[in-house]
């Protein structure tokens, strides 16, 4: 197909996981990202670890 790389078929997606992490920490991207929100005077959002339930409210597992 025109436009697309070749796909490793033995790719490790631990590695490259790690490789974006380290790219991310590198690049102070979570902290420069919430800073933007902050002077655009975007809403503050709140992250929540699994699924939402219908019997209770969401917290950390």
């Given amino acids: 197909m025109a436009g697309f790389r070749a796909v490793d078929p033995k790719q490790s997606f631990p590695g490259l ?10 690049r102070d991207v979570f902290t420069r990202q919430i ?14 670890e699994g699924p939402p339930t219908a019997n209770g409210r969401p917290g950390s597992q």
């Fill in 35 to 48: 800073s933007q929100r902050e002077e655009q005077g975007a809403p503050l959002w709140s992250f929540y």
């Fill in 17 to 26: 996981e790690e490789e974006v992490l380290a790219r991310w920490k590198e």
